[in-house]
C-alpha cells in the first residue's frame, strides 16, 4: 500500500520504505559481526503481529540460515496504549533452551510487553536473548530495555505501517507514518 492512497488518513511519513531497507541491511551487517564464530546463528523470534514485515526483510537480508519462529503477545487490545499486562497468545514451538536467541520487534513502546519477554524467555534456559527493533520510542519508555539493534528512534507519536496497525488496518503501508488523530480520535 502506498502512503499516497491514504489521503488525510497520515498526517505525515516518518520514515520511507528506502530508509527502512537501508537499515535493515545495516542491522543484519552488525548482527552477523555479532554472531561471527558461534556455534549456531541465533534463533530469530518474531513477535506477531507487528514483526512479520521486519522479521521477512532482516531474514533475506542475513548471510546465514535464519530459522525462525514466532509468538503472538498482547498488551494492547483494541487500544493505542499499552495495558502492561502481557497474555502468550501463541507460544514457541521451538526449543531455546541452550540457543542463542534474537527477538525481533516492529516496535517499542513502553517496553513493558518486552520486558517481560525477554526475562520469559531468559528464563527457559536461553544462552542469551538480544532484541532487535525497526523502531523505539525513546520517550515512551516505562522500563529500560537493553537493545542490541535498533533502526529508528521516533517520537510518541501513534505509528502505522510497516507491519504496525490500527484496529487490523495500515500493516501493508511501505513506509511508516503518523496516523491522523481524527482516524482514532473517537476510539476512546
Known amino acids: 500500500m502506498d502512503a499516497n492512497e491514504l489521503g488525510s488518513e ?6 520511507t520504505e528506502a530508509e527502512l531497507k537501508a537499515r535493515l541491511a545495516e542491522m543484519a551487517r552488525e548482527i552477523e559481526a ?8 541465533p534463533l530469530l523470534v518474531g513477535v506477531l503481529k507487528g514483526a512479520v514485515m521486519v522479521m521477512a526483510d532482516l531474514a533475506r537480508e542475513l548471510s546465514f540460515h535464519a530459522e525462525m519462529d514466532w509468538m503472538a503477545v498482547s498488551s494492547y ?7 502492561g499486562v502481557v497474555r502468550i497468545l501463541k507460544d514457541l514451538d ?10 525481533v520487534e516492529d ?13 520469559n ?11 532487535c527493533a525497526m523502531l523505539r520510542k525513546p520517550d515512551a519508555a516505562k522500563v529500560e530495555v ?26 501493508n503501508l511501505r513506509d511508516v507514518g503518523v496516523l491522523a488523530e481524527h482516524v482514532y480520535a473517537d476510539a476512546g
Open 107 to 119: 516496535i517499542i513502546d513502553s517496553g513493558l510487553t518486552l520486558s517481560w519477554l525477554k526475562e
Open 34 to 41: 555479532d554472531y561471527a564464530g558461534a556455534e549456531q546463528p
Open 121 to 131: 524467555l531468559e528464563s527457559r534456559g536461553a544462552n542469551s536473548v538480544r532484541i
Open 94 to 103: 521451538t526449543e531455546i533452551a541452550h540457543r542463542d536467541v534474537l527477538i
Open 146 to 171: 537493553d537493545v542490541a539493534y535498533v533502526g529508528f528512534d521516533i517520537p510518541t507519536d501513534f505509528v502505522v505501517g510497516y507491519g504496525l496497525d490500527y484496529a487490523e488496518r495500515y500493516r
Open 10 to 15: 497520515l498526517s505525515k511519513i516518518l520514515v
Open 77 to 83: 487490545g483494541a487500544s493505542t496504549k499499552s495495558s
